[in-house]
T-cell receptor, first 111, second 113 residues
């Protein structure tokens, strides 16, 4: 699986959009981009995934660049409850659920 | 009730003791996983199982063993616990489709003295 690079930490003001970047310059054509988050020491929670098109769900939007070498997770209106560690993961299509987590980005949403 | 249940949630033990962490799920998923998390680090995959007869090593399987007793149950054992196995352990499940969304338990915090 391709490796990902994320900033170790970011701050965001409550009510503003949080834009979390991820670099995955060695991503292969059959690899998806997944985002998970972990609040405090709870089990990680799935947010969104995509292959090459931008995706949106009730939690977030995922923007993948045309060359697929980077992506951005967008939380449109961050709240204090969005304070968490966010993990960007790339995984081959045929790897089932096996995900390799990196160290993620610690997002702090401040009042 | 939680879809993925881990027991015990907290355990303190001594070096050399045998420890079993248990995981059960009600999602009907075929695939189950054990991850370990150390302070300030991401999750590392210990073992995974894609069905009852399938067991695979992950990134850090040394010192651990697993048993898939049924579709819904996947246990992790430390035959002889050592202090550097002190960590937060997570069980997860996923369906057999290609989406790969993982559903995690609440974690088992293990301290080895």
């Amino acid at each position: 699986d391709a490796k990902t690079t994320q900033p170790p930490s970011m701050d965001c003001a409550e009510g503003r959009a949080a834009n979390l970047p991820c670099n995955h310059s060695t991503i292969s054509g059959n690899e998806y981009v997944y985002w998970y988050r972990q609040i405090h020491s709870q089990g990680p929670q799935y947010i969104i995934h995509g292959l090459k098109n931008n995706e949106t769900n009730e939690m977030a939007s995922l923007i993948i660049t045309e060359d697929r070498k980077s992506s951005t997770l967008i939380l449109p209106h961050a709240t204090l409850r969005d304070t968490a560690v966010y993990y960007c993961i790339v995984r081959a299509y045929n790897q089932g659920g096996k995900l390799i987590f990196g160290q993620g980005t610690e997002l702090s949403v401040k009042p | 009730d939680a879809d993925v249940t881990q027991t015990p949630r907290n355990r303190i033990t001594k070096t050399g003791k045998r420890i079993m962490l248990e995981c059960s799920q009600t999602k009907g998923h075929d695939r189950m996983y054990w991850y370990r998390q150390d302070p300030g680090l991401g999750l590392r995959l210990i073992y995974y199982s894609f069905d009852v007869k399938d067991i695979n090593k992950g990134e850090i399987s040394d010192g651990y063993s697993v048993s898939r007793q049924a579709q819904a149950k996947f246990s992790l054992s430390l035959e002889s616990a050592i202090p550097n196995q002190t960590a937060l352990y997570f069980c997860a499940t996923s369906g057999s489709g290609e989406v790969g969304e993982l559903f995690f338990g609440e974690g088992s915090r293990l301290t080895v003295l």
